[in-house]
């Protein structure tokens, strides 16, 4: 019987010419810009394939044309800031990590659009006029901490309103009453870290929720209770663990395993790498669906959260099939490879905090 195996040249050959040409298939994806970035330049850094030079300066130039004047990125450009599209501009100009992609973020400007979108509540809505979920409570804490944005007032209630959306699942809905669902309890454990108030939730119910998310025949994880298994939750779900285990050991639980996450590692990367691959390149769903970037991007993050236990100082790793399958570690919070976050925030943290343009904890003007 063959090994699982990566099919690394596929899926790079699959990535490179997305970064230059995207089928008519990705018209519907034309408000998702900077997030086609993000997926493409996130999973080339888990393959470990260098971007050149000159690409990178053009995604730089290209998102740079997706910032708004009142701050924050849009989906394209001469469209309306919002928070999703915000996160991962900022993401993409992490991973690049040259002196061109940071100064093309103009922090007062973010600062204050995240003011523009802050509610009295705590909670976020996603653009100016949009809605409120708990997606927009971890683009904004992502991109905040990173760029050194963060000022006393900013997540003033933030961490009471995340919590209101655990329910008894154990998992978070996307609002207060909602059903519990991976991609919004990864976003508000997420902000949670971010914010150092993870021991508000209840940790233990989300550590019995998401495990009973993985499926026992398929490997892979489902979103929610009762529906199908997904490869893209490979992350949203999979990725909870590492956040959760370094709540649970900073809590002094001593009950936790110091060889591996509290998930089955090795069946979920057989269901990636057996089930997710398209033999042309580019990794999906599950079998019979087509590929596409964005899982691409969260198949490769939640193979590498499989592969990798640990941190620098305490680090295993569990690589199914040969050591060619093994994939660059990523951060467990922002989804990038922990050396960007490290360049990111030194480089960031050596400019000072902007001053808010209006009173902290005013309400926003609307109509400006
Ligand atoms: C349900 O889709 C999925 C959602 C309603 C949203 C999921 C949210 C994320 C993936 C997180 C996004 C994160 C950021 C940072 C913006 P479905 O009903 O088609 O799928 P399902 O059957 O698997 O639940
Ligand atoms: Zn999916």
């Given at each position: 019987m063959t090994e699982p195996t990566l099919l690394r040249d596929q899926h790079y050959q699959y990535l490179k010419k997305g970064l230059r040409h995207l089928s008519d298939?990705?018209?519907?994806l034309d408000a998702s810009r900077p997030w086609l970035c993000y997926w493409i330049l996130h999973s080339l850094e888990l393959l470990e394939e260098p971007v050149p030079t000159a690409i990178a300066s053009d995604v730089c130039k290209f998102l740079a044309r997706c910032q708004s004047p009142t701050g924050g990125f849009a989906g394209g450009p001469c469209q309306a800031a919002h928070l999703a599209p915000t996160y991962a501009a900022v993401n993409a100009l992490c991973i690049i990590g040259t002196q061109e992609a940071y100064n093309i973020i103009d922090r007062e400007k973010l600062l204050s659009f995240l003011f523009s979108v802050k509610?009295?509540?705590?909670s976020f809505v996603m653009h100016i006029g949009g809605e409120v979920d708990v997606r927009s409570t971890y683009c904004a804490a992502s991109v905040a901490s990173l760029t050194n944005i963060?000022?006393?007032?900013?997540?003033?209630?933030t961490p009471t309103w995340i919590v209101s959306c655990q329910n008894w699942e154990g998992g978070l809905g996307g609002v207060p009453g909602l059903e519990a669902h991976g991609g919004y309890t990864f976003c508000g454990m997420a902000a949670m870290v971010i914010l150092g108030k993870?021991?508000?939730?209840?940790l233990k119910s989300l550590l019995r929720w998401v495990a009973s998310?993985?499926?026992?025949?398929?490997g892979g994880f489902q979103g929610r209770c009762n529906k199908l298994v997904d490869?893209?939750?490979?992350?949203?779900q999979a990725g909870l663990l590492p956040l959760l285990h370094r709540a649970l050991f900073k809590g002094g639980?001593?009950?936790?395993?110091?060889?591996?996450?509290?998930?089955e590692q090795q069946a979920l990367q057989e269901y990636i790498l057996l089930?997710?691959?398209?033999p042309a390149g580019g990794l999906l769903d599950k079998p019979g669906k087509s590929r596409d970037f964005y899982h691409t991007c969260y198949c490769l993050s939640g193979l590498s959260v499989a592969q990798h236990f640990g941190n620098m100082d305490l680090h295993h790793e569990l690589i199914v099939g040969?050591?060619?399958n093994r994939l660059a570690p990523s951060h467990?919070?922002?989804?990038?490879c922990p050396e960007k976050v490290a360049q990111a925030i030194q480089h960031f943290h050596q400019l000072p905090v902007p001053v808010p343009?209006?009173?902290?904890?005013e309400a926003p003007n609307r109509l400006s």
């Open positions: 298939a990705y018209e519907c509610q009295p509540d705590g963060m000022t006393p007032t900013l997540f003033q209630d993870e021991h508000m939730l209840d998310r993985q499926m026992r025949y398929e490869g893209c939750y490979s992350f949203w639980d001593s009950t936790l395993s110091l060889q591996k996450w509290m998930f089930c997710c691959q398209n040969r050591e060619e467990p919070v922002y989804n990038i343009a209006q009173k902290e904890g």
